[in-house]
């Protein structure tokens, strides 16, 4: 326990529709949950990380949050996977919805647009959704803060004034991946 508040995961789904959390996508979309954990039996699912973050948060007295990144949806798209659904799924299944304790990420405001518009909605929850931003200008944050509570960027990528922007249209600005002295 180095103390975290908020764990940062990157979901995907295999074709049998296990939400599990690997960073490269790779094959992940045509390969069964089964055939992955044969081949890698470290991977975990979104749920047994809740499950490990339940039991932390209970032994720490601290609540700790998740902050899902769903990666490459216009793969899963092309697959007839729906990441959001999946994603969404897993934390409602797992009474896992309280928004101060979770957010779902994405680089692709359309897949963010689907849990805002439609997912969310159905299911009964209001979870925070941030855009992974590169880098643009005011216009692109401005649509951002239509559909997105907040934005998450490589802290090389952003700028003082990005940031005041983002915060002047109510976003919440998370950065990430230090990766030397330039970032």
């Known amino acids: 326990d180095w103390g975290a508040d908020v764990l940062e995961c990157d979901a995907q789904v295999t074709s049998d529709g296990v939400v599990v959390l690997v960073h490269d996508t790779g094959a992940i979309p045509a390969t069964t949950y089964a055939d992955l954990v044969a081949a890698n039996p470290n991977v975990i699912t979104l749920f047994e990380l809740i499950g490990i973050v339940n039991a932390k ?76 931003y590169q880098g643009t200008d005011a216009e692109d944050l401005a649509e951002i ?24 249209l109510g976003l919440n600005v998370n950065a990430w991946t230090h990766d030397g002295p330039c970032d």
């Open 57 to 132: 948060s209970a032994e720490t007295g601290r609540d700790i949050a998740l902050n899902i990144e769903m990666k490459h949806p216009a793969t899963y798209t092309e697959a007839g996977i729906d990441i959001a659904k999946a994603t969404l799924d897993v934390l409602v299944a797992a009474h896992f919805t309280d928004p101060d304790r979770v957010a779902l990420n994405c680089g692709d405001g359309d897949a963010l647009k689907h849990p805002a518009d439609t997912l969310m909605p159905e299911a009964g929850v209001d979870i925070p959704l941030e855009m992974t």
């Open 145 to 168: 803060a239509t559909y997105a509570d907040g934005i998450s960027a490589k802290i090389s990528g952003l700028d003082a004034d990005e940031v005041k922007l983002a915060h002047e």
